[in-house]
């Protein structure tokens, strides 16, 4: 089976301040990994999928960066968050048959 | 470029009653589509997909949905509403690569007893 934590559930920062969001997944070996974000009423946005430890590629423009330290870790960050980067992030994985598995996701508020 | 519209952003139904949930897409090749449900606070759930099989293809929770190329739609169905399938539901289209799909803007759906 596949799980994917991610965390924290929730989390509100002030604007400036740094972000950093994880997801680990269990399940096969190097895995696709994805994070998307879902703004207020819209559905979901692709930022960032990595197909193996250290490859990042970046959908979209923006002030977000994401590293994959290790096969099952994947990582959200920001230097400075701006209040656009305010949405629900979800961490998903790829398993078999080209399903994905989604994370719980994490509501984040910048004000 | 793909793209997806879900027509109408609530839908209202009463439990018991026909469920239709409406997505169109475009694809300049033959796409995988899928409608995901999302639950309040959660992530979001994979209802079922369509790989280029069967043209009606049933999900799980009593869902299904059939893919029309003619029209390029894939609209979900569910014969009789329950009061547990309120929700918010995605549609999504994607070519080989699941991961790299373009959702629409989700429609949540309402129950009403």
């Known amino acids: 089976s596949q799980t994917i934590h991610q965390w924290p559930a929730t989390l509100v920062q002030p604007v400036g301040s740094p972000l950093s969001l994880e997801c680990t997944v269990e399940g096969t070996s190097n895995p696709n990994l994805y994070w998307y974000r879902q703004a207020a009423g819209r559905g979901l946005q692709l930022l960032f999928y990595s197909v193996g430890i250290g490859q990042i590629s970046s959908e979209v423009p923006q002030n977000l960066s994401a590293s994959r330290p290790q096969d099952r870790q994947f990582i959200l960050s920001s230097k400075k968050l701006l209040l656009s980067d305010s949405g629900f992030y979800l961490c998903a994985q790829k398993g078999v048959n080209e399903k994905l598995f989604f994370g719980s996701g994490t509501q984040l508020s910048v004000l | 470029a793909q793209s997806v519209t879900q027509l109408g952003s609530h839908v209202s139904v009463s439990e018991g009653a026909l469920v239709l949930l409406r997505c169109n897409y475009s694809?300049?090749?033959?796409?995988?589509l899928f409608w995901y449900v999302q639950y309040p606070n959660q992530g979001l759930q994979l209802l079922l997909k369509?790989?280029?099989?069967?043209?009606l293809v049933k999900g799980i929770n009593g869902f299904e949905a059939e893919f029309k190329k003619s029209e390029t739609s894939f609209h979900l169905t569910k014969p009789s509403a329950h009061m547990s399938d309120a929700a918010e539901y995605f549609c999504a289209v994607s070519y080989t690569n699941a991961g790299k799909s373009t959702f629409g803007d989700g429609t949540t759906l309402t129950v009403k007893p």
């Open positions: 369509y790989t280029s099989a069967a043209t």
């Open positions: 694809s300049s090749v033959p796409p995988y």
